[in-house]
DNA sequence: AAAGTTTGCAACCGCGTCTTC
DNA sequence: CGAAGACGCGGTTGCAAACTT
């Protein structure tokens, strides 16, 4: 049986948005807060498919979201995220709260994968009798998921038990569900609109019991962030922005640094004080599986994970035979 | 300067999962 | 408990801008 479409084809635009349909969206979202995306295109008179609507709001209008020039610490997030994840955009998202899994797709897709691949290749020549890809693929992805899954549980406890600064939990999102503040939005083609809706909404950030405070948080962050206008920032300090043609030591620096077993969660925590767990919280209840291994197994998996930088080659088949035993059955 | 090519990104599509009844 | 609807995710596409020849 077929699902129906999401909505009507017939009479539903599609295309790029207009200044105008986002002003009418973010007005509505002002007003009613965002979901019930179903009902957005019949009470807002918009055109659009729910999900587009949804899908324009998440990725580029919503309040919070900081948009290209990625740093040199999110593309080593994002990479190392990816590794551990695999292709799983949304919950390596929602370790960058201010980044969209659109957002970091995209970035995967046109400039980290080029890279890493480049990297690889020239690495291939220097370790190929060593672990390589083909080993790495062997551990499977899911057992990645598995054991950083684990590890974030670990992680997020920790941050829960400890709260030493309890303003470190503030969340980005305020408790009403959505967005309580707008930042100014980065040059582009399309920054003048957006800055117009960013205006439009002054009168809902102040609304917001938490707007004088993040907004004032993002505005710093964006004046740092835009203030070139162009992608070339988004590469910044990455070691191989400069040089297409060949692997630099500073490529090799980078990459290493990627499979250091001291680049865990906890240093990824340290980035930003806005970057915190909530959103990884969800990530395991997402999953909604039981921690696999919440008991003596853990501790293999673990010790895996947090060798698999420097020493994990000798011990990888054995450890991923216990772990497979181990939770197989959890699946 | 024009044509061709490449790159980057916004948006769409289809499927899986969750929620509601 | 199952069906239907709604939502969310990841892969893919299309187009405009940037770059190269």
């Known amino acids: 049986m077929g699902r129906p479409p999401c909505c009507d084809k017939i009479g539903v635009k599609k295309g790029p948005w207009t200044p105008e349909e986002d002003i009418i969206l973010v007005s509505y979202i002002q007003e009613h807060g965002p979901g019930n995306w179903r009902s957005v295109p019949t009470n807002t008179g918009l055109l659009r498919c729910s999900k587009s609507c949804r899908l324009r709001w998440t990725n580029y209008l919503r309040p919070g979201i900081k948009r290209g020039n990625f740093t040199d610490h999110e593309e080593k997030m994002i990479i190392h995220l990816q590794a551990l994840l695999g292709n799983r955009w949304a919950a390596i998202a929602s370790y960058l709260p201010q980044r969209t899994d659109n957002d970091i797709k995209n970035y995967w897709n046109t400039h980290l994968k080029k890279k890493l691949k480049k990297l690889q290749t020239g690495l291939d020549g220097n370790i190929r009798d060593g672990f390589s890809g083909s080993q790495q693929i062997s551990k499977g992805q899911w057992e990645r998921r598995l054991q950083t899954d684990i590890h974030?549980?670990?992680?997020?406890?920790?941050?829960?038990?400890?709260?030493?600064?309890?303003?470190?939990?503030?969340?980005?999102?305020?408790?009403?569900?959505?967005?309580?503040?707008?930042?100014?939005?980065?040059?582009?083609?399309?920054a003048s609109s957006t800055e117009n809706i960013s205006r439009l909404l002054q009168g809902w950030m102040k609304n917001s019991p938490k707007s004088s405070k993040?907004?004032?948080?993002?505005?710093?962050?964006?004046?740092?962030?835009?203030?070139?206008?162009?992608?070339?920032?988004?590469?910044?300090?990455?070691?191989?922005?400069?040089?297409?043609?060949?692997?630099?030591?500073?490529?090799?620096?980078?990459?290493?640094?990627?499979?250091?077993?001291t680049c865990d969660v906890s240093q990824f925590m340290s980035l930003d004080d806005t970057v915190k767990f909530p959103q990884e919280i969800s990530l395991f209840q997402d999953e909604s599986k039981p921690f696999p291994g919440s008991d003596a197994p853990l501790s293999l998996l673990e010790k895996w994970l947090l060798d698999e930088g420097s020493s994990a080659q000798g011990h990888e088949e054995d450890l991923i035979e216990t772990s497979l035993g181990d939770t197989g059955e959890l699946f």
């Open 214 to 261: 993040t907004t004032s948080e993002i505005t710093s962050q964006n004046s740092s962030n835009n203030l070139n206008g162009t992608d070339s920032a988004s590469s910044q300090g990455t070691p191989s922005a400069t040089n297409n043609d060949s692997i630099s030591a500073d490529d090799l620096e980078f990459l290493f640094n990627l499979e250091s077993p």
């Open 152 to 190: 974030m549980a670990r992680q997020a406890l920790c941050e829960a038990l400890s709260l030493e600064n309890p303003d470190n939990l503030t969340d980005l999102k305020p408790s009403n569900g959505y967005y309580s503040y707008m930042r100014p939005t980065q040059t582009s083609t399309y």
